[in-house]
Nanobody, 119 residues
Framework: VQLQASGGGLVQAGGSLRLSCAFS?????MAWFRQAPGKERRFVGAISWSGHSTYYTDSVKGRFTISRDNAKNTMYLQMNSLKPEDTAVYYCAARLRGSYSATSSYAYWGQGTQVTVSS
């Protein structure tokens, strides 16, 4: 499975961005993680293969929405009400097995896209 993340950029606090992750194949559940400078990669949210189930870390609930279009082989992360603390490189990943929030559950990773939120 190959993954390609895109859509990052610079936005002011309170603004919105939509990230996309194109995937080559497979029937994996997928997720978004993010990594701020000097910090470890952290779970943002995940979506099941069907798209019927989604999971989010507490800090983004109500602001971020994950969706997917399997016909287009694309997953999305809609980010609203962005805050400076959302600044990070965002990675998409395809899950193999295990906990949705653990990086070790994901066998395939995209290259990352930078999101910068200015105050």
């Amino acid at each position: 499975v190959q993954l390609q993340a895109s859509g990052g950029g610079l936005v002011q606090a309170g603004g919105s961005l939509r990230l996309s992750c194109a995937f080559s194949a497979g029937n994996n559940s997928m997720a978004w993680f993010r990594q701020a400078p000097g910090k470890e990669r952290r779970f943002v949210g995940a979506i099941s293969w069907s798209g019927h189930s989604t999971y989010y870390t507490d800090s983004v609930k109500g602001r971020f929405t994950i969706s997917r279009d399997n016909a287009k082989n694309t997953m999305y992360l809609q980010m609203n009400s962005l805050k400076p603390e959302d600044t990070a490189v965002y990675y998409c990943a395809a899950r193999l097995r295990g906990s949705y929030s653990a990086t070790s559950s994901y066998a395939y990773w995209g290259q990352g896209t930078q999101v910068t939120v200015s105050s």
